[in-house]
Every structure is written in structure tokens, then in C-alpha cells.
């Protein structure tokens, strides 16, 4: 299964940006969805969790909570990160991550995919 990351950008202290992850392939399930980050010289982190629907939990960063949203289309194959607020310490290359099950020749096989990365820069 692979990811198509998008929607990172260049944009001022206090704009919003909205990312997008697009999982391809013979979906069944989104168990566990979500984004993680990596500023130059630091570890990658994460950022937001959420999973399995229809009670959905929601795991953020403590730096984070109250401005970035995560959210889930299933219909779509897609997870969201809406970001608002932004803050120069949120710079950062954007990666999203999801676990579930798809179908390939007559069987459910799990996967654990994650997307290559989109780049955030906020500027102060």
C-alpha cells in the first residue's frame, strides 16, 4: 500500500495549512492513522494520532492540541492534518503513517505504509 503526501507549503506565523495522505491500493481497513514530523537535526516525532473507527480515539502532541486537527475519510482512503496556528517550531518534513489490511489475490494481507514526506515552513 503507498501514500501520496501533499499540501505542505511555505507560510507565516499564525497561517494554516492542511495536509492530505491518500493511501492506494485494495483498502479494507485504516486501523491506526497517523502524522509524524522531523525538524533538521531532531528525531521524528508524532504529531497526531487517530484510530479505528466508528468511536474513533485521538492521540496530539502537547505542543499541538487546540490547533491541529486530525481527521479521517474512509470513503477516500484519506487522512487529514489541519494546522492552524502555525508557529516557526513547527517547521518541519511531514510524514504520515497507516496501519490496516488491504486485499491482494483472494487475501487480506496487514500493511504498515508510510508516506515520503511533505515539507512545512513557517516563517516568523
Known amino acids: 500500500v503507498q501514500l501520496q503526501a501533499s499540501g505542505g507549503g511555505l507560510v507565516r506565523a499564525g497561517g494554516s495549512l492542511r495536509l492530505s495522505c491518500v493511501a492506494s491500493g485494495y483498502i479494507i481497513s485504516m486501523n491506526s492513522m497517523s502524522w509524524h514530523r522531523q525538524a533538521p537535526g531532531k528525531q521524528r516525532e508524532l504529531v497526531a494520532r487517530?484510530?479505528?473507527?466508528?468511536?474513533?480515539?485521538?492521540e496530539y502532541k502537547d505542543s499541538v492540541k487546540g490547533r491541529f486537527t486530525i481527521s479521517r475519510d474512509d470513503a477516500k482512503n484519506t487522512v487529514y492534518l489541519q494546522m492552524n496556528g502555525l508557529e516557526p517550531e513547527d517547521t518541519a518534513v511531514y510524514y504520515c503513517?497507516?496501519?490496516?489490511?488491504?486485499?491482494?489475490?483472494?487475501?487480506?494481507?496487514?500493511?504498515?505504509?508510510w508516506g515520503r514526506g511533505t515539507l512545512v515552513t513557517v516563517s516568523s
Open positions: 487517530i484510530t479505528a473507527s466508528p468511536t474513533s480515539d485521538y
Open positions: 503513517h497507516i496501519q490496516g489490511d488491504y486485499y491482494e489475490e483472494k487475501h487480506l494481507h496487514p500493511y504498515n505504509s
